[in-house]
């Protein structure tokens, strides 16, 4: 049997997730002839308390020699700075790298681009986590052209608002979120809305335009930071739901994109997403609507997605390619929403 040697940077909540992953799934790995090994595990701190299953052994900031003994990288340490200089540093060797870093893939696209071009960039836990919309996105869905996209892509901003129709305020939501959590270290980025942004812009390049920008999704995003219980009541009384929703629509000949909450009537599928989950909206000209939701963030939750990504690989499939040309936007009229 040989040997798959496994370079992973980041030992975190979906880093942890994924060697635990890695040890049940052994035997998928071994039925494809593979025994995977770590060739290292990078991280900050390595006396930080971590679970049992982490080889403490493995724990290394010897990052160079990990990448150069590796077959394959996973990167799940996040940010934008050192894990995009490893990943194209991986990528310029001709290792395929594994990602779940929304970040980095929505405001470093033209940089990882021609990486993705060459099928060398797998990123299905970047979007929904374990929740398949990117491998949808980039294969079956592509015998449509997308209409509209609409999305529940932060499950941290869905408990926080699913606390708040409990009767939380929107301190006392964030504090709890946080405790459990759900919230990034910089909770702008979660109520800010940028999380869901980034991943908006992921999805766009797979949809309708392969270098749709990130400052144009960027400056169309509004958070849940102004958010009251008043809010969520004044949208009980008519029926309504609050939640922060990301779109890809058409308008005026161009694709445009917004992420802000907005009121969905109770009955709309997105309003049903539970707490932390993540929910999907597609609608195509050929298939019409459709749903997909489920867990959206979490350690196993998202691991998942990134051993399933390194079987597709071993099996011979290349990362996900974006859409090789923009499609022109329709005219047609799109769902709309009472922003809050
Ligand atoms: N958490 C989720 O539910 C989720 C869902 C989907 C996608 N993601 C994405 O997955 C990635 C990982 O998220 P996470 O929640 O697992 O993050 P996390 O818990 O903060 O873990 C990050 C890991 O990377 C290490 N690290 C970070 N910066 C480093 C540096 N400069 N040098 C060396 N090691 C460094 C940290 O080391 P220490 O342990 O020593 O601090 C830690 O082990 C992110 O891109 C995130 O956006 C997360």
């Known amino acids: 049997m040989d040997t798959l040697r496994i370079a992973l940077l980041g030992a975190g909540t979906v880093g942890s997730g ?5 040890g049940e799934q052994r035997d998928r790995f071994r039925a494809l002839g593979l025994e995977p090994a770590l060739t290292g595990i990078l991280v900050r701190d390595p006396s930080k308390k971590r679970p049992s299953w982490i080889p403490r052994g493995l ?4 990052v160079g020699r990990m990448l150069a003994e590796a077959d394959v990288v996973v ?3 996040g940010g934008t700075k050192t894990a995009k200089r490893l990943t194209l540093a991986a990528l310029g060797e001709g290792l395929p790298v594994i990602s779940a870093n929304k970040a980095l893939l929505a405001e ?17 836990a970047s979007v929904m986590a374990g929740t398949p919309v990117i491998e949808p996105l980039s294969g079956a869905l592509r015998g449509n052209n997308a209409l509209e996209i609409h999305g529940i892509l932060n499950g941290s901003t869905n408990y926080i608002i699913g606390r708040m129709e409990e009767g939380l305020d929107f301190s006392q939501a964030l504090a709890e ?6 919230v990034e270290e910089d909770p702008f980025l979660d109520i800010g809305g940028v999380d869901a942004a980034h991943k908006l812009a992921i999805l766009a390049r797979l949809t309708v335009d392969p270098d749709y920008p990130w400052r144009d999704v960027r400056e169309n995003t509004r958070g849940i930071q102004e958010l009251a219980r008043d809010h969520i009541y004044a949208a009980e009384s008519e029926g309504k739901k609050i939640r922060l929703v990301a ?3 058409p308008q005026g000949g161009s694709w445009k994109t917004a ?3 907005v009121m969905l009537p109770a009955s709309h599928p997105l309003a049903g ?10 609608r195509g000209d050929a298939v019409g609507d459709v749903l997909i939701s489920g867990g959206g963030a979490g350690s196993t939750v998202t691991a998942s997605a990134v051993i399933g990504d390194l079987l597709r690989m071993l099996e011979g499939y290349p990362g996900h390619p974006p859409l090789p040309a923009a499609i022109p936007a329709p005219s047609y009229q799109t769902e709309v929403f009472e922003e809050i």
């Open 18 to 22: 994924f060697v635990k992953l890695l």
């Open 59 to 62: 724990l290394s900031d010897d």
């Open 75 to 77: 990167e799940l340490m």
């Open 108 to 124: 470093h696209w033209s940089e990882l681009k021609p990486y993705v071009l060459e099928g060398l960039l797998y990123y299905e």
């Open 177 to 182: 979120a946080q405790a459990k959590g759900f």
């Open 247 to 249: 779109s890809l629509f």
């Open 259 to 261: 992420v802000r909450p």
């Open 273 to 282: 997403a539970a707490l932390s989950h993540n929910a999907l909206l597609y």
